[in-house]
């Protein structure tokens, strides 16, 4: 089963792009942090932030560009995959990205009082 959940927060404006007709993709980069401690010795372990490369096709792609903005608290979920491709050098990379199934917007949206 290849399976993956993240709740985290948005790190730049989501890319969006259309291809054949009015067909999305959108593409995120999501920051999750798992939060530092402190050991029974006294060390501290500090805070670890990993970040994320997700992609957003169809409809939610359209939703992504409408509702998602830099520093949102998003919950995703879908399945890991890897794909290769040339760099502008010639150079053969791999990339990892979580193609998303679900979304569920974390961040409350503004009242109209906190608008003004």
């Given at each position: 089963?290849?399976?993956?959940?993240?709740?985290?927060?948005?790190?730049?404006?989501?890319?969006?792009?259309?291809?054949?007709?009015?067909?999305?993709?959108?593409?995120?980069?999501?920051?999750?942090?798992?939060?530092?401690?402190?050991?029974?010795?006294?060390?501290?372990?500090?805070?670890?932030?990993?970040?994320?490369?997700?992609?957003?096709?169809?409809?939610?792609?359209?939703?992504?560009?409408?509702?998602?903005?830099?520093?949102?608290?998003?919950?995703?979920?879908?399945?890991?995959?890897y794909r290769q491709y040339d760099d502008k050098k010639g150079v053969q990379r791999t990339t990892t990205e979580v193609i998303v199934d679900n979304?569920?917007?974390?961040?409350?949206?503004?009242?109209?009082?906190?608008?003004?």
């Amino acid at each position: 089963m290849n399976k993956v959940i993240l709740i985290g927060n948005v790190g730049a404006e989501p890319e969006v792009r259309y291809f054949d007709q009015d067909q999305a993709v959108a593409n995120v980069r999501l920051a999750t942090t798992e939060r530092g401690y402190t050991l029974a010795n006294g060390t501290k372990v500090p805070d670890r932030t990993d970040w994320h490369n997700l992609v957003f096709y169809r409809r939610l792609a359209k939703i992504v560009e409408q509702y998602v903005h830099t520093g949102d608290k998003i919950y995703v979920d879908g399945k890991i995959q890897y794909r290769q491709y040339d760099d502008k050098k010639g150079v053969q990379r791999t990339t990892t990205e979580v193609i998303v199934d679900n979304l569920e917007l974390l961040t409350p949206k503004p009242t109209q009082q906190q608008q003004s």
